[in-house]
């Protein structure tokens, strides 16, 4: 089976940092692009970060460009993003994503909050 499963929000301070791990199982992690979506209160989901297979090339919605950084660990299954300077609109569930599969992971929470 293919499961996807988030860790790593919390509640933040804005300016602060945080670091969302997703480790994967049930398929080749490492032939599979893997995604961060995000939905905040009374919006739509949206992509926040995106990561090739290989690793070698990643894209960012320009929301959080400068600030937040994918990546992965082929030998660990899992995929990173790493929080900077985060912003109270940065507030939102965020999720995992496998698009060759369009499957989610349950989604971790993060709130930038003073």
């Known amino acids: 089976q293919v499961q996807l499963v988030e860790s790593g929000g919390g509640l933040v301070q804005p300016g602060g940092s945080l670091r969302l791990s997703c480790t994967a199982s049930g398929f080749t992690f490492r032939n599979w692009a893997m995604s961060w979506h995000r939905q905040a209160p009374g919006k739509q989901r949206e992509l926040v970060a995106s990561?090739?297979?290989?690793?070698?090339?990643?894209n960012y919605a320009d929301s959080v460009k400068g600030r937040f950084t994918i990546s992965r660990d082929n030998a660990k299954n899992t995929v990173f993003l790493q929080m900077n300077n985060l912003k109270p609109e940065d507030t939102a569930v965020y999720y995992c994503?496998?698009?060759?599969?369009?499957?989610w992971g349950q989604g971790t929470q993060v709130i930038v909050s003073s």
């Open positions: 990561i090739t297979a290989s690793g070698f090339n990643t």
């Open positions: 994503f496998v698009p060759l599969e369009s499957r």
